[in-house]
């Protein structure tokens, strides 16, 4: 038979069949196609029914602070069609969820952000599920997938707490919460898996199972020793940004991971808890069923510099004080309200939380800094009651001296990698931002990689603030930097930052991107990402001549086929 007349026999057959049943067969082929690139009738394959039996539907609602969440939800929509389901997903941002009481069931994939507080785009959400006091959900049937990591005290608390508002407004969750850490793919693929089972969604004679499964760095707690530890601005400068080099043999990374640090407090603040508890600093106390060292638990393990709105709830509601809601110590907690009796103490001791760790975008590059992990640190430096204060982690890793012992952990970011070695890529990295592409750049430079290399960097001052300078100078003398921009805001009178300067390169940049190029971009989410994703709206539709309607469905394209790659804190 001619393939002409085969598609004319498969378009007869689409012609009788309904619209769920054409759907089911995609599914079906496609799931076949993907276990072995041709389908062979003869094989005992799986039976997979229509859905138009189960009558039920399927809504992914995903909320991402950096993307993870939204690439899951893509990749579980894809296992659901396969199964013949009829499924969209949608930011939880742009769901209008005055639907939400019509839908059959609806799966939220919502990552965790900071003090286990829930991702910018999901705020919507969460107002709706609690100020819509006469909205009833009976009848909705729910499940969540919550990312997270397990490093932190408040381990995927969004997600618990989502689920505890859907369950208060009548939903019925039918899977516990699915608590995914940092290595999220395998384990959210396989409980998804169990939530269609259980729903009976499919009917099929096994199984399907999941395969590549994701490559997992250990967990494991890495012990290094510190090489160099430099301050990369100038005395005058207003900022201090640290380069720390970090021996550590046989640690597995790549460009693009981080690694978590957890900081010791200071011993000066320690003894000053010491003092206004009037504890015997070598006495012990019991701390959620263990009992630790008072100073040694004060000094490793307890959250005493930045207490959480979570901690001071909890605080208020043992001692029956009312706290504002602001950036407040342990010190500053205790001199508003001292220490009543001896048993107060060990009631104050496990409201605290544990210090979780800081990532920081590893610098180095495997092949170009082998047994070496880089960081950039940049201290945080703030205001408290007009004293100044610094960060808790940054503080930490700016006093550590050569030779001394620190441990960190690994933390994958596989949305953040390196592309093809032919690829185009476009850096844009301003501030401590530029930590990934030192390390990109490195790794590009060592193997060879041959698609040109483009970075925009940002800071105050040129003459104080412009990291890295020989080493970008090197990189462009070399020609591994095909083009380099720079930006440094307080130089002039008027104010330039790093998209100013992409919108300065507009036709080559879109040239770039037009052509195959891939963007990263590194640091603060606010106000600096979406600056710099204006910005690149506005060139791709004055480049492109598109609309903005064009403009974003173009952006959202380079996003949806992993183009426009975003690691921002």
């Excluded at 950096?66 to 939800?73: C, D, F, P, V, Y």
């Excluded at 950039?376 to 430096?381: G, T």
């Amino acid at each position: 038979m001619q393939f002409s007349e085969k598609t004319i026999s498969l378009k007869s057959l689409i012609a009788e069949i309904s619209r769920e049943e054409q759907l089911w067969v995609n599914g079906y082929l496609t799931a076949l196609l993907d276990q072995g690139g041709s389908i062979d009738v003869s094989k005992n394959h799986p039976v997979l029914q229509p859905i138009n039996e189960a009558k039920i539907k399927l809504t992914i609602l995903y909320a991402t602070e950096t993307g993870n969440a939204k690439s899951l939800s893509n990749k579980l929509l894809q296992i659901a069609k396969q199964r013949g389901i009829l499924v969209k997903a949608i930011s939880a941002e742009q769901y209008p969820l005055h639907q939400l009481s019509k839908e059959d069931f609806v799966l939220v994939v919502i990552s965790t952000q900071g003090d286990g507080e829930a991702p910018a785009s999901a705020k919507k959400l969460f107002d709706f599920l609690t100020e819509s006091a006469n909205e009833r959900l009976v009848g909705l049937k729910f499940a969540v997938v919550a990312l997270g990591d397990s490093s932190y005290p408040l381990f995927c608390k969004a997600g618990v707490d989502l689920d505890e508002l859907l369950r208060k407004k009548g939903a019925s969750n039918v899977f516990q919460v699915i608590k995914c850490d940092t290595d999220y793919e395998l384990e959210a693929k396989n409980g998804f898996l169990q939530i269609l089972d259980n729903l009976s969604l499919t009917h099929s004679a096994e199984r399907s199972p999941v395969v590549d499964a994701p490559q997992v760095i250990s967990k494991e707690w890495h012990k290094g020793t510190v090489i160099n530890n430099i301050n990369l601005n100038d005395v005058q400068s207003e900022k201090e940004t640290y380069h720390i080099e970090i021996s550590s043999a046989d640690v597995p990374y790549q460009p693009g991971d981080s690694v978590a640090i957890i900081a010791h407090n200071s011993a000066a603040v320690v003894d000053e808890i010491i003092k206004l508890t009037q504890q015997d600093e070598q006495g012990s106390v019991q701390y959620r069923n263990e009992v630790f060292n008072i100073r040694e638990l004060l000094l490793t393990k307890l959250n005493i510099q930045f207490l959480s709105k979570h901690t001071l709830k909890k605080f208020g509601e043992i001692f029956g004080f009312a706290l504002p809601e602001s950036r407040m110590s342990l010190v500053d907690l205790l001199a508003i309200h001292p220490l009543q009796s001896a048993d107060d103490f060990g009631k104050l001791i496990n409201v605290l939380e544990t210090i979780s760790p800081r990532q920081y975008s590893i610098a180095s590059a495997p092949n170009a800094h082998p047994d070496e992990i880089h960081l950039i640190v940049a201290k945080d430096v703030f205001k408290f009651n007009d004293e100044e204060r610094y960060g808790l982690c940054s503080a930490f890793l700016s006093r550590l001296s050569p030779d001394a012992t620190i441990e960190f952990q690994v933390k994958q970011n596989r949305h953040f990698r390196l592309p093809s070695e032919e690829k185009d890529i476009i850096m844009i990295g301003p501030g401590t931002g530029i930590a990934p592409f030192r390390s990109f750049l490195n790794e590009r430079d060592a193997t060879g990689a041959s698609g040109r290399n483009w970075l925009f960097f940002g800071n105050p001052h040129f003459s104080t603030d412009f990291l890295y300078q020989t080493e970008i100078q090197d990189w462009i003398a070399s020609g591994l930097l095909h083009q380099f921009n720079a930006a440094f805001s307080r130089d002039q009178v008027e104010k330039i930052y790093v998209q100013h300067k992409m919108l300065e390169q507009s036709t080559e940049l879109f040239d770039w991107i037009n052509n195959g190029a891939i963007i990263y971009l590194c640091g603060t989410k606010d106000p600096m990402s979406i600056s710099v994703e204006n910005a690149l709206l506005e060139i791709i539709q004055k480049e492109g001549g598109f609309s903005e309607t064009e403009g974003t469905v173009y952006l959202n394209d380079m996003v949806e086929n992993g183009r426009y790659l975003k690691d921002v804190y």
